[in-house]
């Protein structure tokens, strides 16, 4: 890579946490890659040249869904997501943080994430997650998606929450 460069990396973090200890379900952590689609590179773009309609922070909201067909860069949106039926999961408004903000040591990695928790479901026969994405909004129809990730399916079960943690690094090269 050359000098001056920069690399950009995402994974997503998921596992499941008992609602009421708050302790992670031994074994349940996965850790994936993710890929960022066409419309969301074209929104950092837009962000970088302060350009409307991106908003600083808006990148916040995540769903999950249950297809777990390849990630590719043309997709603007999960291909089986949950919002509707049994069990149904609105896009959950995640906490963001910086992680390693700080200016030193110089070029070291610095972390963009997001963290959002799903809560149980008391659905029978509870549906296997198998893709992330990170949206603009809320609401689908108008959002623009940023990332999608394809993992091997999480069962859902309905005793425990779901946690789901974004990290996107920023590594000077």
């Not at 296997?128 to 079960?157: N, Q």
């Amino acid at each position: 890579m050359e000098a001056g460069s920069l690399k950009l990396s995402g994974k997503v973090i998921t596992r499941y946490k008992n609602p009421i200890t708050g302790e992670y379900v031994p074994g349940s952590e996965q850790v994936d890659t993710n890929m960022v689609v066409d419309l969301g590179a074209v929104n950092i773009v837009k962000w970088l040249a302060n350009s409307t309609p991106v908003l600083a922070g808006a990148f916040k909201f995540m769903g999950v869904g249950t297809v777990a067909t390849a990630a590719a860069h043309g997709q603007t949106a999960l291909l089986g997501e949950l919002t509707a039926g049994t069990p149904a999961y609105a896009r959950i408004s995640g906490t963001q943080t910086c992680v390693n903000e700080v200016l030193y040591p110089a070029n070291g990695a610095k972390v963009y994430q997001v963290l959002a928790e799903f809560p149980a479901t008391s659905a029978t026969g509870s549906s296997a997650i198998a893709e992330y994405a990170l949206f603009d909004s809320a609401i689908g129809g108008t959002s623009v998606m940023l990332i999608r990730a394809v993992f091997s399916p999480t069962r859902d079960l309905a005793n425990n929450n779901i946690e789901v943690t974004y990290q996107l690094t920023v590594a000077p090269q």
